[in-house]
């Protein structure tokens, strides 16, 4: 069964510094690899997404993701914060072989310092 | 754009009552899904269902039911609430290809008192 690591609860970093998420995964073949972004008191808004091809995807908002088979990591990247990018951030992991269920990872709550 | 709309942002009820969450889709999307959202345990799948009239348990379902008797709709029952089933609840819509992101709403902050 696949599963999603996610080893930081919680990252500050200052306004226009560089940003690097964790995401570990486990899965026995290649999967499907989604960045989602929660702000306060909303549901959750995809901001990427890695089906094959390319291993360096490119998301909305500035965000960026490399995927890396060896080893099974998802990293989420920016390389300069806002204030506004200060949210919860999910990595989530989809077979290929389900009906579209994904597992999330428990999340990393970023704080921006001004 | 894709549009879940979730029928709660807040929901206060009582102990032993039955509670209805409801979600509709705009989108055509085959695939719904329930989930509850609580701190450091990120999204857990409740139920999820590919077809009308279709389910499927997710990894926690047990005090929870869901009903889909139209496309668009999926609704999630709490047969007789308690206080542990205080949570966010979020539902989510997806095609059916498995290689499609799932859009979420707002969410529902639900008290069980």
Redesign the interface.
């Known amino acids: 069964a696949q599963s999603v690591t996610q080893p930081d609860i919680h990252i500050t970093v200052s306004e226009g510094a560089s940003l690097e998420l964790r995401c570990n995964y486990s899965y026995g073949a290649t999967p499907y690899l989604f960045w989602y972004v929660q702000s306060p008191g909303q549901g959750l808004q995809l901001l990427l997404k890695y089906f094959s091809g390319d291993t360096l995807v490119q998301g909305i908002k500035g965000f960026e993701a490399e995927f890396k088979r060896s080893q099974s990591s998802f990293n989420l990247r920016k390389p300069s914060v806002h204030w506004s990018d200060a949210a919860e951030y999910f990595c989530a992991v989809g077979a290929r072989s389900s009906a579209s269920k994904i597992i999330f990872g428990s999340g990393t709550r970023l704080s921006i310092r001004p | 754009d894709v549009k ?1 709309t979730q029928s709660s ?1 807040y929901l206060v009820k009582r102990t032993g009552e039955k509670v209805f969450l409801e979600c509709v889709q705009d989108m055509d999307h085959e ?1 719904m899904f329930w ?1 509850r959202q609580d701190p ?4 857990r ?1 409740i139920y ?1 269902s ?1 077809d009308v009239k279709m389910k ?1 348990k ?1 990894d926690i379902p047990e005090g929870y039911s869901v009903s889909r008797e139209k496309k668009e709709r999926f609704s999630l029952i709490l047969e007789s609430a308690s206080t542990n089933q205080t949570s966010m609840y ?1 539902c ?1 819509s ?14 529902t902050r639900l008290s069980i008192l």
Request: glycine residues 18%; aromatic residues 14%.
């Open positions: 879940v942002r695939n989930y450091g345990l990120g999204l799948l999820f590919y499927e997710g979020l989510a997806s095609q059916r290809q498995p290689n499609q992101p799932q859009h979420f709403g707002d969410g």
